[in-house]
Nanobody, 121 residues
Framework: QVQLVESGGGSVQPGGSLRLSCAAS????????VGWFRQAPGKEREGVSC??????????YYPDSMKGRFTISRDIAKNTVYLQMNSLKPEDTAVYYC????????????WGQGTQVTVSS
């Protein structure tokens, strides 16, 4: 059974940190590009980060607004991709999803269920 599960969300104060996990079952995650996306109420879905497959050298990508605050990485042994989020802002509040595809530049068509991140004082 192929499955993709996000975890690690929660409530934090502005300036705080969270580490989100995207754990795969039933397939080998390092063969694929993995992206993180978020969607807040009343907002369009927004790309947060992406990492290419191990065969494509694990290149990472970030929008300018996340660069320096967010870091994507792989733990191959655990078949998991992480998103480390630092210096969190209220504007980061959203449901965060991971998605899998062949290329970061293509369509990442297989999605998890999402995990809620809330940043407030």
């Amino acid at each position: 059974q192929v499955q993709l599960v996000e975890s690690g969300g929660g409530s934090v104060q502005p300036g705080g940190s969270l580490r989100l996990s995207c754990a795969a079952s039933g397939f080998t995650l390092d063969n694929y590009a993995v992206g993180w996306f978020r969607q807040a109420p009343g907002k369009e879905r927004e790309g947060v980060s992406c990492i290419t497959s191990v065969n494509d050298n694990g290149t990472t990508y970030y929008p300018d607004s996340m660069k320096g605050r967010f870091t994507i990485s792989r733990d191959i042994a655990k078949n998991t991709v992480y998103l480390q989020m630092n210096s969190l802002k209220p504007e980061d509040t959203a449901v965060y999803y991971c998605a899998v595809g062949l290329r970061c530049s293509g369509s990442l068509g297989y999605w998890g269920q999402g995990t809620q991140v809330t940043v407030s004082s």
